[in-house]
């Protein structure tokens, strides 16, 4: 199947810093790319969908001032969680479709301490 | 509201016997349904898919069932392996258009040696 790269696959950081996570499309191109959040024993939540070229397009709730999404090239998506607070501590997963099936990247443990 | 629903947070088997998951959805425009294993701390793994023009489609010892009018739907695992306990995600999606999946809250398969 395809692959989809998520890096890095953890990341503890302070209160109030910022963290970058990317996610790349390997093997294949991507306009789309859509991140989602899980709490502990909770479903995957759909945050925003990612779209190369323009703006991204964010869930109800997701401010998107503090989850900046940038989609500059075809394979690369990233997503930055400015001025982290402890509350932000979650599983962030990306995700593509190249086809019917979605891939997921690895994940990405934050823990803001 | 939740549109796609997964009311057995959890599910024990014994191995050899048969695990059956159980999935609901609300929304009808959904026409693409798949089914992933989960780990912590992992992206979600594809395990198999179904289009509404299907009622069943099965891939080795998975088996994943549609019933339409019913807007229901259920994955069949036999026989049912130790490595197969995960948290398993029922998900739904529109085949046309790169758009984002909806999942349920997973449930957790536990097979018992």
């Known amino acids: 199947g395809a692959v989809v790269s998520q890096h890095p696959s953890w990341v503890i950081c302070k209160s109030g810093t910022s963290v970058k996570i990317e996610c790349r499309s390997l093997?294949?191109?991507?306009?789309?790319m859509f991140w989602y959040r899980q709490f502990p024993k909770q479903s995957l939540m759909l945050m925003a969908t990612?779209?190369?070229?323009?703006?991204?397009?964010?869930e109800q709730g997701v401010e998107k001032d503090k989850f900046l999404i940038n989609h500059a090239s075809l394979t690369l998506s990233t997503l930055t969680v400015t001025s982290a607070h402890p509350e932000d501590s979650s599983f962030y997963i990306c995700?593509?479709?190249?086809?019917?099936?979605?891939?997921f990247g690895q994940g990405t443990r934050l823990t803001v301490v | 509201d939740q549109q796609v629903k997964q009311n057995s947070p959890s599910l024990s088997v014994q191995e050899g016997r048969i695990s059956i998951l159980n999935c609901d959805y609300t929304?009808?425009?959904?026409?693409?349904f798949l089914w992933y294993k989960k780990y912590p701390a992992e992206g979600p793994t594809f395990l198999i898919s179904?289009?509404?023009?299907?009622d069943k489609n099965e891939d080795g010892r998975f088996t994943v069932f549609l019933n339409k009018s019913a807007k229901h739907l259920s994955l069949h695992i036999v026989p049912s392996q130790p490595g197969d306990s995960a948290v398993y995600f029922c998900?739904?999606?529109?085949?046309?258009?790169?758009?984002?999946?909806?999942f349920g809250k997973g449930t957790r398969l536990s097979v018992i040696a």
């Open positions: 093997d294949f191109q991507a306009t789309t």
């Open positions: 179904i289009s509404s023009i299907k």
């Open positions: 929304n009808s425009m959904f026409d693409y």
């Open positions: 990612s779209n190369e070229g323009s703006k991204a397009t964010y």
């Open positions: 995700s593509a479709r190249p086809n019917y099936e979605a891939f």
């Open positions: 998900a739904a999606t529109r085949s046309s258009g790169n758009t984002p999946l909806v």
